[in-house]
């Protein structure tokens, strides 16, 4: 086998929001009795995805994180501009926020399993990333999360975090994400093979597959 183990990134690679733009407005709707437009809630959604993707870190356990997400509502009212209690503002941030599996992320762990390749998850993700990927149906050998470690991808600590807890060294392991930028960079800086998954053909080269099942054929 080419490779011992195989590394994956989380969102963007795995996972996916299930309509985030239409639950934030539904969302609004019932907990609040609010109605927004659809350009002002995307707006105020991506507002809240910058914050986190710059924060996720601080979400360790469920304190942290519970004041890490109350400050993800507040940012989203506060674009739109809404006054809301902060119980209510989380029940509405917790409804609007969802994920999926991307289809072909079962048939590339089955696939796995079946060669007995090992797999862990590298995430810039809050600790509760364990869960989300469970109730997907999403099992791993190890996840590790910035929420868990302190350290945010590109840093390749956190890459090496992962091949230490699946006892595989770094020229023998693939990892698979969707940004060259902290996947690449980060898993590259590791000594990690990198392959980066574009399912639009917007980015091709030699390091970048079309789809996850495409890492089965880099056994």
Known sequence: MAYAAVLLDAYGTL?????????????????????????????????????????????????????????????????????????????????????RAFPDAGSLLAGLELAGVPVAVVSNWDYSLRGTLAGLGLEFDAIVTCGETGVRKPDPRIFLEALGRLGVAPADALHIGDRDGTDGVGARAAGIDVRIVDRTGAVPGQDTIAALTDVLGLL
């Open 15 to 99: 996972v996916e929001l299930d309509d985030p733009f239409v639950r934030l407005r539904e969302s609004l709707r019932r907990h609040i009795g609010v109605d927004v437009a659809p350009a002002d809630a995307e707006r105020a959604f991506r507002a809240e995805m910058a914050f986190y993707s710059e924060e996720c870190q601080v979400g360790a356990d469920a304190e942290s994180l519970a004041g890490l997400k109350a400050e993800c509502a507040r940012i989203i009212l506060s674009e739109l501009g809404i006054e809301a209690d902060e119980g209510v503002a989380a029940r509405m941030l917790t409804d609007a926020v969802a994920f």
